[in-house]
């Protein structure tokens, strides 16, 4: 298991940028991907963008052209959030795979953006 600590959440206006932070720590050699999900109330947890080891990103359609997930090859992963609308309001929980499967997840950080 590895374990992972967030931060950066917080309110922002409609039209504002956030950075997430991820540091991993623990079995963190085992980590094949990293990325980040989120969930906002009343709906299931949804995957917003993941980077893999090799530097390969997936990002949900919804955050295209505003969000860029990064690392920094030292374990631990950033989600750049810009043009930030109010249905991007969510708990964002960071996520570490290994090749077999889930590993970690954070603690979550709330984003609020309000309109």
């Known amino acids: 298991q590895v374990q992972l600590v967030e931060s950066g959440g917080g309110l922002v206006q409609a039209g504002g940028s956030l950075r997430l932070s991820c540091a991993a720590s623990?079995?963190?050699?085992?980590?094949?991907?990293m990325g980040w999900y989120r969930q906002a109330p009343g709906k299931q947890r949804e995957l917003v963008a993941v980077?893999?080891?090799?530097?390969?990103t997936n990002y949900a359609d919804s955050v295209k052209g505003r969000f860029t997930i990064r690392d920094n090859a030292k374990n631990t992963v950033y989600l750049q959030m810009n043009s930030l609308k109010p249905e991007d309001t969510a708990i964002y929980y960071c996520?570490?795979?290994?090749?077999?499967?889930?590993?970690?997840w954070g603690q979550g950080t709330q984003v609020t953006v309000s309109s």
């Open positions: 996520n570490a795979k290994s090749v077999f499967g889930n590993i970690g």
């Open positions: 623990g079995s963190s050699g085992s980590i094949n991907a």
């Open positions: 980077i893999s080891s090799g530097g390969r």
